[in-house]
């Protein structure tokens, strides 16, 4: 009885974590504020090489609200999300969070010091910021990935 019970919840966790996979779309996504997105990206050259890999990840440099730039995560080998570099603490063009070097799923502000999780639609997990970051539809069509809204 007790294995039966822990393999539903064993089973409930996997099928709410590949939702969290399949879709990063998230009503969030208004709070830092719209400009068109549409660049392709190689994952052949040198700045994105990190792409080839599961969990790799890369800031794509002066794209995104206010020029702040755009992290692309690989979190399988067939998904890549992409989320505004934008804080949505404080929403300026000077405010944008990097690549976290202490967690490779995770991303921090150096204004605010709030974290999202890259793996988990861009999710604040600590810190003032109380939406996820603004994230953005990803096509590939290996090498080329594209970023788009």
């Known amino acids: 009885m007790f ?66 730039g755009i992290i692309v995560f690989r979190s399988s080998e067939d998904v890549f999300n992409a989320f505004d570099c934008t804080c949505t603490y404080e929403q300026s063009d000077t405010c944008a969070v990097v690549l976290d070097e202490g967690n490779i799923a995770g991303a921090i502000c150096p204004v605010c010091g709030s974290k999202f999780e890259l793996v988990n639609c861009g999710m604040p997990t600590t810190g003032k910021a109380r939406h996820s970051l603004k994230s953005y539809r990803v096509s590939y069509n290996e090498p080329i990935l594209r970023i788009f809204n």
Request: proline share 3%; with cysteine; charged share 15%.
């Open 3 to 68: 294995c039966k019970s822990l393999s539903k919840v064993f089973i409930f966790c996997v099928l709410a974590t590949s939702a969290a996979f399949v879709s990063c779309q998230n009503p969030d996504d208004n709070v830092v504020p719209w400009v068109e997105v549409n660049v392709r990206v190689n994952t052949l050259d040198a700045r994105y090489v990190d792409l080839q890999n599961v969990n790799g990840r890369v800031v794509v440099k002066n794209q995104g609200y206010g020029n702040n």
